[in-house]
């Protein structure tokens, strides 16, 4: 049903306005309008078009006076002027107004009444209104009328392009977030993911300007009120570590750590679905059901039973579903100050113990660089193992340096006294190609073993190039597989590659050689 709903202020005055309706009225018009279908299990399918994940070559921030001294401009940070980002707004607003019908979807990002922002998403796909139906927290009937004016708006024209010659543009694609306009405009793109990105972005500012350390995390709480916090790059285990059957699940991806606790920016889980299976992922298999949107899968057009082992479309297959699909998840979801941090990483050159414990200042020489390997022949021209630093796991999001969320963890885990832990899913007994993955069930021995505490205390031996202090004794877990060194059959070969990967740790972090303390530096690897 279409609302009066005055988007003047935005320029938009033609079409009609369908505002946060409920799924059932936007799986109707998305069978009908947007060439989507209904899974066996009741979720929508869905395409994302050309993009079928994040461009994040294509993302701007205005350059205006109230942020050019906060941002971390560069690569990541790419400036764009006033000038440019008025003609990609008014590019947008041209399509939106050009549409008959258009969704609004008004929400909060944040659990933390206090804390949380007022998002409106404005947009002329179905599906995109659905997605962010389920990654904003929903407001209540009272809250949705006395909502009032948005603190950000999104203008979601992904379906038309950007003009490639205004000036700072390079494609047509173009993400723009204006951050003294408090808009982000999104032109050439219909991957929904970038709205989601887009709202963490303007987290990721707002927060740490409030002495709030936002996080590209998942988060988890024991029976006993301890929380974990899980970093890692994608392909290192942080969603299905993080969703246990006997722990409840906080968030899967985005939070802040306040003087209070922790809080889930998000509403929902977008779930990698690649490989998935009931056996090895049964919460998030099980949260596929009506209301979730199912993103650029393969299915049988006759069983509509999804593939979820085809990527012929994209690795990157997603599921995106509300908070509450999840049977353990905690609602709301906010914890405590956690008890333990855990950076995973998939260490493809196989020199990383399974598990160790650092010192605070090991935790923020891992947590700035934010390292993960890709693996041989994931990418053309890839042979071998390659490296991938990204700082606190997620540089493609921080609006600040590196280091401002540095202190801020430093600071938090200092104070409440948290315990980190470098936890690696990757290879062991040799690099990828000769030895072997990790077992889950090694990993999985290894988190209980951090969140019963038994790691705490237990005695440990130095690992003499990266100095890591890695525990000698866990149950479960065979002597010789906690100790690289002695899972390889060649020890020389073994010493080779770990040198190699220290002086690629030491060759990224020399770019915070100016900003990170000495003893910090000092707690990487020697090489």
């Not at 929508?44 to 971390?72: H, Q």
């Not at 990609?88 to 990002?109: H, K, M, P, W």
């Not at 990721?204 to 029976?223: D, Q, R």
């Not at 004794?473 to 060649?490: C, M, Q, R």
Request: proline share 6%; net charge negative; charged share 20%.
């Amino acid at each position: 049903m279409s609302v009066k709903l005055d988007l003047s202020p935005w320029g938009i005055t033609r079409p009609s306005i369908v505002r946060n309706p409920v799924p059932a009225v936007l799986y109707e018009k998305a069978l009908k309008h947007d060439a989507a279908a209904v899974s066996s299990a009741g979720a929508l399918i869905t395409s994302s078009a050309a993009k079928t994940g994040r461009s994040p070559k294509d993302k701007r921030i205005v350059e205006t006076p109230d942020c050019v001294n906060d941002v971390w401009w560069g690569d990541v940070n790419i400036k764009l002027s006033e000038a440019s980002f008025n003609a990609n707004r008014q590019r947008a607003i041209d399509y939106l107004n050009s549409r008959d019908e258009l969704f609004v979807i008004d929400g909060f990002a944040g659990w933390d009444v206090e804390r949380r922002i007022k998002v409106r998403v404005i947009c002329a796909r179905s599906y995109h209104a659905l997605f962010m139906h389920n990654m904003l927290v929903r407001p209540t009937v009272k809250e949705l009328e006395n909502f009032g004016q948005p603190d950000y708006v999104i203008l979601n024209a992904g379906e038309f392009p950007a003009d490639p010659a205004t000036e700072g543009l390079t494609s047509s694609t173009s993400v723009n977030l204006n951050l003294a306009k408090r808009e982000l405009v999104i032109l050439g793109t219909q991957y929904a993911g970038e709205m989601k990105k887009g709202v963490f972005t303007i987290m990721n500012y707002l927060m740490p300007k409030a002495g709030i350390l936002s996080m590209h995390c998942s988060a988890n709480e024991g029976v006993n009120g301890d929380v974990s916090l899980f970093f890692g790059l994608s392909g290192t285990g942080k969603t299905t570590l993080s969703t246990e059957a006997n722990r409840h699940l906080i968030g899967d991806d985005e939070h802040c750590w306040t003087d209070l606790g922790v809080f889930n920016i998000e509403g929902g889980c977008y779930a990698k679905c690649i490989d998935l299976s009931k056996e090895s992922e049964p919460e998030i298999y099980n949260a596929i059901r009506f209301g979730t949107v199912l993103e650029n899968v393969v299915y049988d057009e006759t069983t509509r039973e999804v593939d979820y082992s085809d990527g012929s479309i994209t690795e990157n297959t997603r599921a995106s579903y509300p908070m509450n699909f999840i049977e353990n998840v905690k609602i709301p979801c906010i914890g405590n100050h956690p008890r333990n941090i855990i950076f995973l990483v998939c260490d493809a050159f196989g020199v990383l113990p399974p598990v160790s414990k650092l010192t605070p200042e090991q935790a923020m020489y891992y947590y700035m660089s934010g390292y993960t390997a890709k693996v041989a022949g994931t990418e053309t021209g890839v042979t071998e193992p390659q490296p991938t630093f990204s700082a606190c796991f997620g540089a493609p999001f921080l609006v600040w340096h590196p280091s401002r969320y540095a202190e801020l963890l430093a600071e938090k885990m200092e104070r409440h006294g948290a315990n980190a832990w470098l936890v690696n899913t990757g290879w062991t007994g040799g690099p990828y190609g000769i030895g072997k993955r990790m077992s889950i069930k090694y990993t999985r021995a290894i988190i209980d073993a951090i969140h019963s505490g038994e790691l705490v205390d237990t005695q440990t031996v130095v690992e003499p190039i990266f100095g890591l202090n890695i525990p000698m004794e866990i149950a479960g877990i065979p002597d010789e597989t906690l100790v690289p060194e002695k899972s390889w059959p060649n020890k020389i070969a073994y010493e080779q590659q770990a040198r190699k990967l220290a002086r690629m740790f030491q060759e990224n972090f020399a770019k915070y050689a100016d900003v990170a303390d000495d003893k910090i530096a000092a707690a990487g690897p020697k090489g």
